[in-house]
């Protein structure tokens, strides 16, 4: 355990955050002083993190698995592996392999959302449930190869609908795309140009002086709906 005193004046008082960093450990920071959350995961990606409000877990994609941090950090996580979601499923989901899980969301039942950026594809499944994996969404018409996708991202608004920021980076002449696909959805195919109509294209244009965005490494909405 250890404590490091930072200079955060700006921080709310009675309000903690939670810091991801690269190698999966996970810092809170209280009245701008930042100590232990959890634990890393060595050599593992850790590339999002999300609270789980109806649990209070905090849940780390790692791209083969999913890390389940206790809310009162400090265990190791519990884990769900790219394979047991092939298991779970049976439907032919995962045409280009193992899912590569890059983001993740709770919707208000408490199912995981998820981003496969293996197979360009949202994911739902209830944690345990023997119900299975469903596709809300497949989103690889905006991928010059979708078999080599950029970063993406995937939050819930408070209708329940789902954001995706996604970008085609590791192709030359970057796109970002930002949709919003109605809750509730399954199995929908969003595209840029004459996709699902579940599926809303957001503009990303500029108002003001200020460059288009160019890359995808990070999404939230504020509390006017704002993304």
């Given amino acids: 355990t250890y404590t490091i005193t930072i200079s955060a004046p700006?921080?709310?008082?009675?309000?903690?955050?939670?810091?991801?960093n690269e190698g999966g450990s996970i810092v809170q920071v209280a009245g701008g002083i930042a100590s232990s959350f959890a634990t890393g995961c060595g050599e593992c990606a850790a590339i999002d993190i999300v609270h789980d409000p109806t649990?209070?877990?905090?849940?780390?994609?790692?791209?083969?698995q999913l890390a389940i941090y206790p809310p009162t950090g400090g265990a190791t996580p519990s884990t769900i592996t790219a394979s047991q979601l092939v298991t779970l499923e049976n439907s032919g989901l995962f045409?280009?392999?193992?899912?590569y899980m890059v983001s993740v969301s709770v919707d208000a039942g408490g199912n995981?959302?998820?981003?496969?950026?293996?197979?360009?594809?949202?994911?739902?499944?209830?944690?345990?449930?023997?119900?299975?994996?469903?596709?809300?969404?497949?989103v690889s018409s905006y991928f010059i190869n979708p078999q080599q996708a950029g970063d993406a991202f995937v939050?819930?608004?408070?209708?329940?609908?789902?954001?995706v920021a996604m970008d085609d980076s590791?192709?030359?002449?970057?796109?970002?795309?930002?949709?919003?696909?109605?809750?509730?959805?399954a199995a929908v195919n969003c595209a840029p140009v004459s996709?699902?109509?579940?599926c809303t294209n957001i503009s990303i244009n500029p108002t003001t002086d200020v460059n288009t965005p160019a890359t995808v490494g990070g999404l939230t909405l504020d509390g006017s709906g704002n993304y």
């Fill in 10 to 20: 700006g921080q709310p008082a009675n309000t903690t955050a939670y810091v991801l």
């Fill in 155 to 163: 939050r819930l608004d408070s209708s329940g609908n789902y954001i």
């Fill in 170 to 185: 590791n192709n030359e002449g970057t796109d970002v795309a930002v949709v919003r696909i109605a809750a509730g959805s």
């Fill in 55 to 64: 649990r209070g877990n905090f849940i780390v994609a790692q791209g083969n």
């Fill in 112 to 138: 995981y959302v998820v981003l496969d950026n293996n197979n360009n594809q949202l994911l739902k499944f209830a944690p345990g449930s023997p119900a299975g994996v469903t596709q809300i969404a497949l």
């Fill in 95 to 99: 045409p280009n392999g193992d899912p």
């Fill in 195 to 198: 996709g699902d109509p579940s």
